[in-house]
C-alpha cells in the first residue's frame, strides 16, 4: 500500500511568516494530490487539488507545488485564520484516498 | 450557498448499526458524487466509501477497512446521501463526515465542500 508522510506534525508561526508543508507519497501519484484545512467544530476545506491548482475562493496566499511523489504547501503571509490543521490526501492509488498525519499550525 | 449536513450520530453500542444522512443544500445534487469519511484520535482521517453519480450508475467504491460492512447510497429526489456501517466496535467511534466531488471518477477527484461533521461514540 502506499504510505503518506507529512511533515512537519506541529508548527509554530507568527502572523506574517512564510509557511512551507510537505507530503511525501511512497510511491508516485502523479499530480493527484490535495490539501485541505481542518477547524474544530467547521466544514473542512479544500485549499489545493491536482497538486496545484488553487480552489476558487481561496486566497492567492496559499500555494501547492510539487509532482510524483513529493509536494509542498506554502502560505506566503500568515494570517489569523490560516491557524488551522492541514492535511495532504491522494486520489491514485490504493488506498484510495489516503491522507498524511496532519500539521497542526498554531500561533507562537 | 452550498451546505452540506450530516444527521444520525449519537452513542450506540458494540455490534449494532450506525445509519447516517448527508442532507446536501445550494447546488444540483444529481451532479456530484459523494463520499464518507470519518476522523478519531486513533487512525487519523480515513475515507470510508464513494458513491457516483446515479447516472453514473451509483456504483460505490469501500475502503477495505469496511468492506462487508458498509453501504452507501443516495436518494436524488431528496439531495441526500446515506451511510450505514454495521456490527459496529468502539474502533468506529470518532466524527464522520460527508462530502462532495466534482467528478463521477474516483481517480485524481477531490473534495471540494464537506459537512461539518457528526460525532459517534460507540460505547456499551
Known amino acids: 500500500d502506499l504510505q503518506m508522510t507529512q511533515s512537519p506534525s506541529s508548527l509554530s508561526a507568527s502572523i506574517g511568516d512564510r509557511v512551507t508543508i510537505t507530503c511525501q507519497t511512497s510511491k508516485n501519484v502523479g499530480n493527484s494530490l490535495n490539501w485541505y484545512q481542518f477547524k474544530p467544530g467547521k466544514a473542512p476545506k479544500l485549499l489545493i487539488h491536482s497538486a496545484s491548482t488553487l480552489q476558487s475562493g481561496v486566497p492567492s496566499r496559499f500555494t501547492g507545488g510539487g509532482s510524483g511523489t513529493d509536494f509542498t504547501l506554502t502560505i506566503s503571509s500568515l494570517q489569523s485564520e490560516d491557524f488551522a490543521t492541514y492535511y495532504c490526501q491522494q486520489s491514485s492509488r490504493s488506498p484510495l484516498f489516503s491522507f498524511g498525519q496532519g500539521t497542526k499550525l498554531d500561533i507562537k | 450557498e452550498v451546505q452540506l449536513v450530516e444527521s444520525g450520530g449519537d452513542f450506540i453500542q458494540p455490534g449494532r448499526s450506525l445509519r447516517l444522512s448527508c442532507a446536501a443544500s445550494?447546488?444540483?445534487?444529481?451532479?456530484?458524487?459523494m463520499s464518507w469519511f470519518r476522523q478519531s484520535p486513533e487512525k487519523g482521517l480515513e475515507w470510508l466509501g464513494f458513491i457516483r453519480r446515479t447516472r453514473s450508475g451509483a456504483t460505490t467504491e469501500y475502503s477495505a477497512s469496511v468492506e462487508g460492512r458498509i453501504t452507501m447510497s443516495r436518494d436524488d429526489s431528496k439531495s441526500v446521501a446515506y451511510l450505514q456501517l454495521n456490527s459496529l466496535t468502539t474502533g468506529d467511534t470518532g466524527i464522520y463526515y460527508c462530502?462532495?466531488?466534482?467528478?463521477?471518477?474516483?481517480?485524481?477527484?477531490?473534495?471540494?465542500?464537506w459537512g461539518r461533521g457528526v460525532l459517534v461514540t460507540v460505547s456499551s
Open positions: 462530502a462532495r466531488a466534482p467528478k463521477s471518477i474516483a481517480i485524481s477527484n477531490y473534495f471540494d465542500s
Open positions: 445550494g447546488f444540483t445534487f444529481a451532479d456530484y458524487a
